[in-house]
């Protein structure tokens, strides 16, 4: 039986991790647009992503969400064009019980080269989508708290 180390909390709610438990580093962008947020639908996913995934072994954090960004939406960034926004640690939708990810997430800033850009689904994406906090329950947990997290800078309605 695998250790149990907690309880900790995660939004509100108490978690119990294992010791041995997966975790899944991975990138995301936030970009952000009148108060919603963009996020995607992957092809055969029911629930909706930020634009990220996981880094290459010589990738670095922000340069995986940027390299997922222009690979997903076709938005081409540079490391000058975002800031750390956080890393949120919620169990991964989709994947064994007790595994967890823990995602980087980079906040585009506004008036730079995004502005203009006009987010599309890629090969990998069937839709792209502006979302409030309206939206969490269409979200896996990682994107629930990166929304309460989004609502609670004032970013997002």
Same mark, same amino acid.
Do not use: N
């Given at each position: 039986? =695998?250790?149990?180390?907690?309880?900790?909390?995660?939004?509100?709610?108490?978690?119990?991790?294992?010791?041995?438990? =997966?975790?899944?580093?991975?990138?995301?962008?936030?970009?952000?647009?009148?108060?919603?947020?963009?996020?995607?639908?992957?092809?055969?996913?029911?629930?909706?992503?930020?634009?990220?995934?996981?880094?290459?072994?010589?990738?670095?954090?922000?340069?995986?969400?940027?390299?997922?960004?222009?690979?997903?939406?076709?938005?081409?960034?540079?490391?000058?064009?975002?800031?750390?926004?956080?890393?949120?640690?919620?169990?991964?939708?989709?994947?064994?019980?007790?595994?967890?990810?823990?995602?980087?997430?980079?906040?585009?800033? =506004?008036?730079?080269?995004?502005?203009?850009?006009?987010?599309?689904?890629?090969?990998?994406?069937?839709?792209?989508?502006?979302?409030?906090?309206?939206?969490?329950?269409?979200?896996?947990?990682?994107?629930?708290?990166?929304?309460?997290?989004?609502?609670?800078?004032?970013?997002?309605?």
């Amino acid at each position: 039986m =695998p250790r149990v180390v907690g309880p900790h909390r995660r939004g509100g709610r108490e978690l119990s991790l294992q010791a041995d438990a =997966p975790t899944l580093r991975v990138s995301a962008l936030l970009l952000v647009r009148d108060r919603r947020v963009l996020m995607v639908r992957a092809r055969g996913r029911d629930v909706l992503y930020l634009p990220g995934g996981k880094a290459e072994p010589h990738e670095s954090d922000v340069q995986a969400a940027l390299r997922e960004a222009d690979e997903e939406i076709a938005v081409r960034l540079t490391a000058a064009d975002v800031d750390f926004f956080g890393t949120v640690t919620e169990p991964a939708h989709g994947q064994a019980p007790g595994t967890m990810v823990a995602m980087a997430l980079f906040l585009v800033r =506004p008036g730079g080269t995004a502005d203009a850009a006009t987010p599309v689904a890629s090969a990998e994406v069937d839709e792209v989508e502006w979302v409030t906090s309206a939206d969490a329950g269409r979200c896996p947990p990682a994107g629930v708290e990166t929304l309460r997290r989004l609502v609670a800078a004032g970013l997002v309605d």
